[in-house]
């Protein structure tokens, strides 16, 4: 079955850095866009970037562009999130996930989720 497993959480301090890692198996990876989302608590999950299945088209929600990087290696399954210049605000949840069809911001068009990872931004 198709699994998406986060790694690279952790707690940092406001204006570090951290970088999320997702791996992918049991689905053609290639082929499918990413995208990394975020839940606070008390909050809604929220975009956050995405990548096409080639990697040559990227988003960012305009809260994390200029700090937020997101690549892919289709060799290795993998998609990341270089985060830098981290803020308190950038607490939450973050999530991979899969969608078949075009690259987009939109929760609801992506078919496969990762359990997702912590990332804690003190002030």
């Known amino acids: 079955q198709v699994q998406l497993v986060e790694f690279g959480g952790g707690l940092v301090q406001a204006g570090g850095s951290l970088r999320l890692s997702c791996a992918a198996s049991?689905?053609?990876?290639?082929?499918?866009?990413m995208g990394w989302f975020r839940q606070a608590p008390g909050k809604e999950r929220e975009f956050v970037a995405a990548i096409s299945w080639n990697g040559g088209t990227t988003y960012y929600a305009d809260s994390v562009k200029g700090r937020f990087t997101m690549s892919r290696d289709n060799v290795k399954n993998t998609v990341y999130l270089q985060m830098n210049s981290l803020k308190p605000e950038d607490t939450a949840v973050y999530y991979c996930?899969?969608?078949?069809?075009?690259?987009?911001?939109?929760?609801?068009?992506?078919?496969?989720w990762g359990q997702g990872t912590q990332v804690t931004v003190s002030s």
């Open positions: 049991g689905l053609t990876f290639s082929t499918y866009a």
């Open positions: 996930a899969a969608d078949r069809g075009l690259v987009g911001r939109y929760a609801a068009s992506y078919d496969y």
